[in-house]
Structure formats: structure tokens, C-alpha cells
């Protein structure tokens, strides 16, 4: 039997972050139909789409937008966000953006978010203009983070223009586009940033952050032994990177529609650490529980295991609460 389902990779766009899109968000809407209208809505359509796949609960968030968000545009997105979700508080939740170009502003809103706003964390984008956030500055956001015991979703965003060449070559420029975002480079920088917050010592810094990635870890469960043995040249750290991975990291499933990544992940993640997700409305609910029924099916987990996937892990790291299901 499929177990309720909680979704925590889930996009929306306010009017306010609508109205600053560049041509790379544009041109999804030519290739997905019906995705503006998707994104823009936090109510009927939503749920009927989530009842599609099944999924009982879907924690919401804005898409990447290229560049960096102001602060007044995450403010005016935060509180259209909580206001079009309050009336469906047994299906929705809502993770905050945030103006990650200001770090001190970053904290501020974070703190307003979850407790004027009631949200249970925040999906940040991966770079500002292709810088991360592991450098000093950053530490009074990872100290909010921390303190208010919320997880932070670290999301793919789009190439920064000194990351475009390594997206140019022979061949077409679409083609080039799709390796850049999410063809490939959305993922190993995403991935990357994960290592240079390790090495930076952030996690020494904040042990108890609580971060999450998508898209089956981000290419780094696959290379995580080497990376775990190298990283021993990085300089000392109290906690080596496999502690970290074990207690700081949470990965999910989103838009990832096989098994045989999870099959490498059981070998090196902990069970309570893999969450269930779809990336709606980029990838569609139906497809996610095809993907489930398959997982339920092939014997890879218990049923208890199955059910901490797909929504009991989500409700302990988010304090949720997924509502029996019809």
C-alpha cells in the first residue's frame, strides 16, 4: 500500500518574483504547458495536481530566479505565499526565499518568515552571480539557521556568466543551455557547494545546520568514498565529511524517476536522511508515484522503511504533519 506523501521540492512564484524573470525562466514556459499557470497557483489547481500523485502534503517554494532577489521582492513573495496558503494549512507549508546577495538581510527575513509566517525553513538558490556562500560573511545566516532549528534547501540555479564557457563548444547552443542548468551543471555545482561549505569549516562553525539537496544528492553520493578519503588534505576539521553528510545533509528524490541511483544512495546514506520529493511543476506528481509504486515493488525497502521516505522523515525534520489520506 502507497504511504502518504510529502513533497518538499515543490516551486510557486509570486507576483512579485514573476515580474523579474529573465529570459531563461521565459523560455521554460514555451517547452512545459501549462507551467506559468502551475507556478503562479497555491490553491485548487495545486491540489488537484497533487492528488494526481497522490501526495498528501507539499511544502512550497519559489523557483530559482536568475541573479539575486531584493529584499523587498522576497518580503512582498513571503507574504503572498503565506496568504495564499492559509486557508489549506492541512496540505501546505511554506519554505521562505531569501535576498541571499545581503546575508544579514537573509537572517532577518529567515527569523520573520518562521516566526511571523509560520514557515519551516527556506529553499536558497546556489549562487549569487556565481558566489557561494561559505565565505565569513555568511555566518550570521547560518547562525539564524541554526538557532531557529530550520532546514535550508540549497537549490540549482542558472550558470553566472563566468560559468557559461564551460557550457560553449561544438555544438548547439541549446544544447549547451541544457548542460549548463539542468542537463548537468545545475547538479555538480550544487554538489560543489556542499564541499566548500564543508571545507570552509561551516559545519565545524554551525554543527547543527540542517540542509537539504535534491535530485538524489547532487551527483555526491556517487563519489562519496573519494571524496570522504581526499578530502583528509582539505585542512582539520573536527568533523570529517562523512559526520557531516550523516548528520547535516539531507537529500531528496526530485525528478529523479529511477531506481538505480537509490541503490547506490542505501549503500551510503542514512534511511532517515532520503526524502521523497517530485519538482513540481517541472516534473509532474503522476510521474513521482509511477516511481514509488515501482520502489514499493522492488524490494529495496521494508514498508517501514518505504513510509520514512516518503513522508515520516519529512515530518521530523519539518515538524509537519501529513493528513490521513482518502
Not at 121 to 136: E, F, L, R, T
Request: proline content about 5%.
Amino acid at each position: 500500500m502507497i504511504p502518504p506523501l510529502i513533497t518538499l521540492e515543490e516551486h510557486y512564484f509570486s507576483t512579485a518574483a514573476i515580474n523579474t524573470l529573465d529570459d531563461k525562466m521565459v523560455e521554460q514556459f514555451k517547452h512545459i504547458p501549462g507551467l506559468k499557470d502551475k507556478l503562479t497557483d497555491a490553491g485548487q489547481l495545486r491540489l488537484s495536481e497533487m492528488d494526481k500523485g497522490k501526495v498528501s502534503f507539499q511544502i512550497i517554494s519559489h523557483a530559482c530566479v536568475a541573479g539575486a532577489p531584493s529584499l523587498d521582492v522576497c518580503r512582498e513573495g513571503n507574504d503572498q505565499l503565506a496568504n495564499d496558503i492559509k486557508n489549506n494549512r492541512d496540505r501546505f507549508a511554506g519554505f521562505a526565499v531569501l535576498p541571499m546577495a545581503d546575508p544579514q538581510e537573509c537572517a532577518n527575513e529567515l527569523e520573520r518568515t518562521v516566526k511571523q509566517l509560520g514557515f519551516v525553513g527556506a529553499m536558497i538558490d546556489n549562487h549569487v552571480h556565481g558566489k557561494y556562500y561559505d565565505g565569513n560573511e555568511y555566518d550570521v545566516f547560518w547562525a539564524k539557521a541554526q538557532d531557529l532549528d530550520v532546514a535550508i534547501y540549497l537549490h540549482p540555479t542558472w550558470p553566472s556568466d563566468n560559468m557559461n564557457p564551460q557550457y560553449t563548444g561544438n555544438f548547439p547552443e541549446s544544447a549547451g543551455r541544457s548542460m549548463g542548468a539542468s542537463g548537468w551543471g545545475w547538479h555538480t555545482e550544487t554538489g560543489l557547494h556542499i564541499l566548500r561549505l564543508f571545507a570552509a569549516g561551516v559545519f565545524d562553525k554551525f554543527p547543527k545546520l540542517k540542509i537539504i539537496i535534491g535530485h538524489f544528492g547532487e551527483m555526491l553520493p556517487f563519489q562519496l568514498q573519494r571524496i570522504c578519503n581526499l578530502s583528509v588534505r582539505w585542512g582539520e576539521r573536527e568533523r570529517k565529511l562523512k559526520q557531516v553528510w550523516d548528520e547535516n545533509i539531507w537529500i531528496t528524490t526530485s525528478g529523479v524517476w529511477s531506481l538505480d541511483p537509490l541503490r547506490c544512495i542505501l549503500g551510503n546514506t542514512k534511511i532517515d536522511h532520503i526524502l521523497y520529493s517530485v519538482d513540481y511543476p517541472f516534473a509532474k506528481n503522476e510521474e513521482g508515484l509511477e516511481w514509488v509504486e515501482k520502489l514499493e515493488k522492488s524490494g529495496l525497502l521494508t514498508q517501514e522503511q518505504l513510509e520514512m521516505v516518503a513522508y515520516r522523515n519529512a515530518e521530523k525534520l519539518l515538524n509537519v504533519k501529513a493528513p490521513a489520506r482518502t
